[in-house]
C-alpha cells in the first residue's frame, strides 16, 4: 500500500519513508539540530 502525503502528494512505499518525509518536511515549528531538509517547499 502507497502512503501520501496529503500535504504535498507524494507518494511513499513505505511507512518509515513516509513518516521520515512528513518529520523533515512538514514538522512542526519546532526545529532541532536538523539540517535543512533535502525536500525544500
Avoid: Q, W
Amino acid at each position: 500500500m502507497k502512503h501520501k502525503c496529503p500535504d504535498c502528494n507524494r507518494c511513499f512505499s513505505s511507512h518509515k519513508a513516509f513518516e521520515r518525509h512528513t518529520l523533515r518536511s512538514h514538522a512542526p515549528a519546532h526545529h532541532s539540530d536538523e539540517k535543512p531538509g533535502i525536500y525544500s517547499v
